[in-house]
């Protein structure tokens, strides 16, 4: 997309390009997800294994698209009091999404 004409000037100052790969390992994508969740400063367990696992299906193992699910299910929470996911508002946030 850079590569258009509009976008010459912004592509030539790119010196570096990197292509993300998915995290596609259950333990490795819930290290990566737990581990955002406390920089974030989430003291608690905010989801079950089953929706982490969840989690990484709907989002293929990519962290951004695991991160707008994670702040839409976080969106749909607050109202109803909760300080956890569970898996069936996860599904909801998911389903929103699509």
Not at 7 to 24: D, F, G, H, N
Request: charge should be positive; proline fraction near 5%.
């Amino acid at each position: 997309m850079l590569e258009r004409t509009p976008y010459a000037a912004l592509y030539s100052r790119i010196q570096t390009r990197v292509q993300l790969q998915p995290v596609i390992e259950r333990e490795r994508f819930a290290q990566l997800i737990t581990h955002a969740l406390k920089t974030a400063g989430c003291t608690h367990t905010l989801l079950a294994d089953s929706g982490l696992e969840l989690l990484r299906q709907a989002s293929r193992g990519l962290p951004r698209q695991a991160g707008r699910i994670l702040r839409t299910a976080m969106q749909l929470a607050v109202p109803r009091g909760l300080n956890h996911l569970p898996d069936e508002l996860l599904q909801q946030a998911i389903e929103e999404m699509r």
